[in-house]
């Protein structure tokens, strides 16, 4: 797998679990009580920084914990952030 920034993965992590479950963006969003709007900004690129207590939030929506959620294959080999 090529590596990827920290917010790619994080996006891509969301899509693969959302696909996992069948949901969409919506049904993550209504059940999790995050605003689609916040969850596409973060799958689209304009959330840069997407915040640990979202990520939490939306792993409680999920049913996993944030051990389950890094511990995809997404996070294997991160790029070095600080250039």
């Known amino acids: 797998m090529e590596a990827l920034d920290t917010r790619t993965a994080v996006a891509n992590r969301l899509v693969v679990l959302c696909g996992q479950r069948g949901w969409t963006i919506n049904k993550l969003a209504t059940i999790s009580g995050v605003s689609p709007s916040t969850i596409k900004s973060i799958l689209y ?3 840069k ?8 939030i939306l792993c409680d929506g999920l049913g996993i914990s944030l051990e389950e959620f890094f511990a995809g294959p997404e996070f294997e080999g991160l790029e070095q952030e600080i250039q």
Not at 49 to 56: A, D, H
Request: charged share 20%; proline share 9%.
């Open 45 to 47: 690129g304009r959330s």
């Open 49 to 56: 920084n997407p915040g640990i207590v979202t990520i939490k």
